[in-house]
């Protein structure tokens, strides 16, 4: 700016020159003038080539950090997606795997109400089985005794084997009871036992 004033001025002063013709005096302080004028000018050139210069650096710089960013921006992107898929999975698992909690907390409270109806029962059969077992092998010892009947318990089923021990002589029994009726085979048992005491 303060280069142009100085072309202004110098192009005044070579107008007075020439209108005044005082000539050599006032054209070296022209010429003077011209030459501050042109270095002014050249140092402003300079000056604004430098700036330039340090301008386009800086945009350089910001493009190159605006492409980074946009870079990193991308990549953030693409990871936040892969991590809301990863999360969507391991949403999805979390259901599957409450659902099979709840599955399994269900048949293990079916398994422990089972499990006590077990205990319930077999408390049950214990208590029937000190009651009935000493009555019921009292009473097999007492028929045993009174029919002197020593029976095979290993033969098939429908078949009713044993062996009658008699005051004389020892007696097998072979009775058929899908063909034989219960009636007869209570009576042809009861035939065997001896009715003196």
Known sequence: ??????????????????GANRAESQQ????GHHEQAVERLLEAQDSAERLLREVLSTEK?????????????????????????????A??????????LLYLTRELEELK??????????????????VTIPSAVYVAQLYHRISKIEWDYECEPGMIKGIHHGPTIAQPIHLDSTQLSKKFISDHLWSLVATEW
């Open 1 to 18: 700016m303060a280069a142009f004033r100085d072309m202004e001025e110098l192009s005044q002063g070579l107008l007075s020159l020439l």
């Open 28 to 31: 070296r302080r022209l010429l």
């Open 61 to 89: 710089e910001v493009a190159q950090s605006l492409l980074d960013t946009k870079e990193r921006v991308q990549q953030g992107g693409a990871t936040v997606q892969q991590l809301e898929a990863e999360l969507q999975k």
């Open 91 to 100: 949403g999805e698992e979390d259901t599957c795997l409450k659902a099979s």
């Open 113 to 130: 109400e089972l499990e006590a109806d077990l205990q319930r029962q077999e408390r049950e059969v214990e208590e029937d089985t000190t």
